[in-house]
C-alpha cells in the first residue's frame, strides 16, 4: 500500500492492455490515477482492481477522448479531486486492418481521429491545466512501431501513429518553455485484446489461416524472442513521468524487443 501521492494522472484507454497496466504503475509509484475510457464497466472494474492493489485514490470517468468537452471534463475532474494533473497519458487507439488498396476513408477518419486527433486535444487540454497550476507536468503519448514504419495492410492506423510521433514533436517544441515535457512511447506488438481482435480481422482477410499465426510470424522478427506483455510498456512510461526524464523531451522510445531497429 502506498499513501502517498506525487499528483494527478490521467490515463486514457486505461480500462483495458496497455493503458490498464500504465495505470497500475502509476498508482503504484504514488500518483492519484483517473481511468478516461469508454468501457464503464472495464473501467471501473479496473479502477477497483488498481485502487485496492496499491491504496491510492483511483478513479474512472467515461470519456470519449475524440470529444473535447469530456476531455476537459475528465481533466477538470483530476484538478479537484487530486489537487492538479501532472501527468497525461495518451494511450486510447485501436486498429482495423484494411488491404491498402482498399483502405477507406471511413476507417481513415476513424482510425486517425482517436489516435491522432485525441492525442493532440489531449496534449492540448492537460499542458492548459498543467500551464494554470504552474505544474512542471509530463506528456506521454503512445505511439506504436507503425509510425516508423508502415504496414501494408495497416495504412491509416500507420499513418497515425507517425501522426503521434509528430505531435510529440511539435507538443515539445510548443510546452518546453512551460517546463512541460512531451515523449512517446512506441510499442512492438504486445499481447492485449486489440491483438485478440487483429487477429480475427487478419484472418478475415485471408493474411492468416488460423489463431494465432499472424502474431507467430511477427514473433520471428523479434529479436528477444517474444512478443511484449502489457507490464513490458510500463517502466518507460513511468520514467517517461518522472525527474529522471527532465531533460527529455520530444522523444520516442521504441519498446518493440528489437523488432524494428528505427
Ligand atoms: N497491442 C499492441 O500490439 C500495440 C502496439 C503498439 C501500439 N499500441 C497502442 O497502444 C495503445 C493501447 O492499445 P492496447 O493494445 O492496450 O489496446 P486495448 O484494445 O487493449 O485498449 C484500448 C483501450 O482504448 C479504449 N478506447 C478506444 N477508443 C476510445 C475512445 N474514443 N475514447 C476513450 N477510450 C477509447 C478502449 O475502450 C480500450 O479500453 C493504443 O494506442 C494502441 O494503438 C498497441
Same mark, same amino acid.
Given at each position: 500500500m502506498n499513501q502517498q501521492t506525487k499528483g494527478g494522472a490521467i490515463v486514457t484507454g486505461? +480500462?483495458?492492455g496497455i493503458g490498464r497496466a500504465i495505470a497500475e504503475g502509476l498508482s503504484l509509484d504514488g500518483f492519484s490515477v483517473l481511468i478516461a475510457d469508454l468501457d464503464e464497466e472495464r473501467g471501473n472494474l479496473a479502477a477497483d482492481e488498481i485502487g485496492a492493489v496499491s491504496g491510492a485514490q483511483t478513479v474512472f470517468l467515461s470519456t470519449d477522448v475524440t470529444q473535447r468537452d469530456q476531455v476537459c471534463a475528465a481533466v477538470a475532474r483530476c484538478q479537484d479531486q487530486f489537487?492538479? !494533473?501532472k501527468v497525461m497519458v495518451n494511450n486510447a487507439g485501436f486498429n482495423k486492418p484494411e488491404p491498402f488498396l482498399n483502405a477507406s476513408e471511413e476507417m481513415w477518419h476513424k482510425i486517425l481521429d482517436v489516435n491522432a486527433l485525441a492525442v493532440l486535444i489531449g496534449t492540448q487540454e492537460a499542458a492548459k491545466a498543467m500551464i494554470a497550476d504552474q505544474v512542471r507536468g509530463k506528456i506521454v503519448n503512445v505511439a506504436s512501431i507503425t509510425g516508423r514504419t508502415g504496414f501494408a495492410d495497416h495504412a491509416p492506423y500507420s499513418a497515425s501513429k507517425a501522426a503521434v510521433i509528430s505531435l510529440t514533436q511539435s507538443g515539445a517544441r510548443a510546452l518546453a518553455g512551460n517546463g512541460i515535457t512531451v515523449n512517446a512511447i512506441a510499442p512492438g506488438v504486445v499481447a492485449t485484446p486489440l491483438w485478440e481482435q487483429l487477429d480475427i480481422d487478419l484472418m478475415e482477410m485471408g493474411v492468416?489461416? +488460423? =489463431?494465432?499465426e499472424a502474431i507467430a510470424a511477427l514473433e520471428k522478427e523479434i529479436l528477444l524472442g517474444r512478443v511484449a506483455k =502489457?507490464? $513490458? !510498456?510500463v517502466g518507460t512510461a513511468l520514467f517517461l513521468s518522472?525527474? *529522471?526524464? $527532465?531533460?527529455?523531451? *520530444?522523444q520516442t522510445l521504441m519498446i518493440d524487443g528489437g523488432m524494428i531497429l528505427q
Amino acid at each position: 500500500m502506498n499513501q502517498q501521492t506525487k499528483g494527478g494522472a490521467i490515463v486514457t484507454g486505461a +480500462a483495458s492492455g496497455i493503458g490498464r497496466a500504465i495505470a497500475e504503475g502509476l498508482s503504484l509509484d504514488g500518483f492519484s490515477v483517473l481511468i478516461a475510457d469508454l468501457d464503464e464497466e472495464r473501467g471501473n472494474l479496473a479502477a477497483d482492481e488498481i485502487g485496492a492493489v496499491s491504496g491510492a485514490q483511483t478513479v474512472f470517468l467515461s470519456t470519449d477522448v475524440t470529444q473535447r468537452d469530456q476531455v476537459c471534463a475528465a481533466v477538470a475532474r483530476c484538478q479537484d479531486q487530486f489537487g492538479n !494533473i501532472k501527468v497525461m497519458v495518451n494511450n486510447a487507439g485501436f486498429n482495423k486492418p484494411e488491404p491498402f488498396l482498399n483502405a477507406s476513408e471511413e476507417m481513415w477518419h476513424k482510425i486517425l481521429d482517436v489516435n491522432a486527433l485525441a492525442v493532440l486535444i489531449g496534449t492540448q487540454e492537460a499542458a492548459k491545466a498543467m500551464i494554470a497550476d504552474q505544474v512542471r507536468g509530463k506528456i506521454v503519448n503512445v505511439a506504436s512501431i507503425t509510425g516508423r514504419t508502415g504496414f501494408a495492410d495497416h495504412a491509416p492506423y500507420s499513418a497515425s501513429k507517425a501522426a503521434v510521433i509528430s505531435l510529440t514533436q511539435s507538443g515539445a517544441r510548443a510546452l518546453a518553455g512551460n517546463g512541460i515535457t512531451v515523449n512517446a512511447i512506441a510499442p512492438g506488438v504486445v499481447a492485449t485484446p486489440l491483438w485478440e481482435q487483429l487477429d480475427i480481422d487478419l484472418m478475415e482477410m485471408g493474411v492468416s489461416s +488460423a =489463431p494465432g499465426e499472424a502474431i507467430a510470424a511477427l514473433e520471428k522478427e523479434i529479436l528477444l524472442g517474444r512478443v511484449a506483455k =502489457p507490464r $513490458d !510498456i510500463v517502466g518507460t512510461a513511468l520514467f517517461l513521468s518522472s525527474e *529522471g526524464s $527532465d531533460y527529455m523531451t *520530444g522523444q520516442t522510445l521504441m519498446i518493440d524487443g528489437g523488432m524494428i531497429l528505427q
